[in-house]
């Protein structure tokens, strides 16, 4: 059964971070007419790795993927079934025994409003960036039962369609040795709600992202903006504190023209993916706005923004 639900905050992981936020603290009317953000997603290198794709495509039709492979690192490649939609993938080990309309919820909850759940197991994925576009990252995937978390929605419209389908992965039988690929900058998402970024400043250009919680007790996923020089972590966090308290107030210039969006999926403790951006010079904010389902507050709230320079 497909679960169809309202979309909130859900554009934050499409790219249109600036738009979300217009649509969240000053209604919807603030994120209407962007069909189209300039990303900077890249599918230069990945394709080039070696790795064995794994193909998810999702859109009224439901999910197509494969539902067994063996243990090992994929090239998984996301796309909508038609241009008319942009798509979301998330892979995931939710708790047995949950009724499936409840999972269903929970894992809106997580990729949509943020809310990640402590005994949920977010491996990570991505977020197409526009319509009729992909999106690749690779991912070791070891032996367990998982679910490919996988949803469709029209940019800026209200509904979301996601479907959670089984992926099985087996103990792998073959004889090619692999290892993870080669990254040219690694980010940690930590326990005390950081972005560690090496090297710093970073290369601009297509380049594989190592992207690796490195915590023991939170979820995060990585929200990518370009922002302009004089907007540093301490204006985007005060930026975003007055929007949570108290009367909302229009988000300003330099976050709605924003460009140079980015995003990896939400991925719990020692969960590792790998991504490839192609960054202009310039400054990008790192930003986390996943919310413990107990206390409800964004990361970011907490200091979890980073701004990195590209050379």
Sequence with gaps: MNFTT??????????????????????????????????????????TLGYPELKVTVGPSGVVAPANVEAGFYLVTLAAETAEYVAYLD????PTGLDPDVEKQLMLDAGRNDIAQHDWVYAG????????????????????????????????ADEEILELVPLTVAESVSDVEQTEPEAAIVVEETDDLRYLVTPGPVPSGPNVWKITN??????????????????TAE???????????????????????????????LQSPGATTWTEFDLKPGNYALICYIMDPEIMR???????VTVITAV
Excluded at 91 to 94: A, N, R, S
Excluded at 237 to 258: K, L, R, S, V, Y
Aim: glycine share 10%; no cysteine; net charge negative.
């Design 235 to 265: 204006v985007i966090i005060e930026t975003f504190a007055g929007m949570f308290a108290g009367t909302p107030t229009p988000p300003p210039d330099w976050m709605t023209n924003a460009t140079g969006f980015g995003y990896a999926a």
């Design 91 to 94: 892979i995931v080990q939710p």
């Design 298 to 304: 964004p990361h970011m709230l907490d200091g979890m």
């Design 6 to 47: 309202t979309v909130d905050r859900r554009a934050f992981t499409a790219g249109t971070l600036a738009l979300a936020a217009g649509a969240l603290f000053v209604g919807k009317s603030a994120a209407q007419g962007a069909e189209t953000i300039e990303d900077v997603y890249s599918n230069a290198i990945l394709p």
């Design 125 to 156: 994925g991505t977020n197409t960036p526009n319509l009729g576009e992909t999106a690749s990252f690779i991912i070791e995937l070891t032996p367990g039962d998982y679910k490919i978390a996988a949803s469709y929605y029209v940019p800026n």
């Design 214 to 231: 490195t915590g023991e007790h939170h979820s995060h996923h990585m929200v990518m903006m370009g922002v302009p020089e004089e907007v």
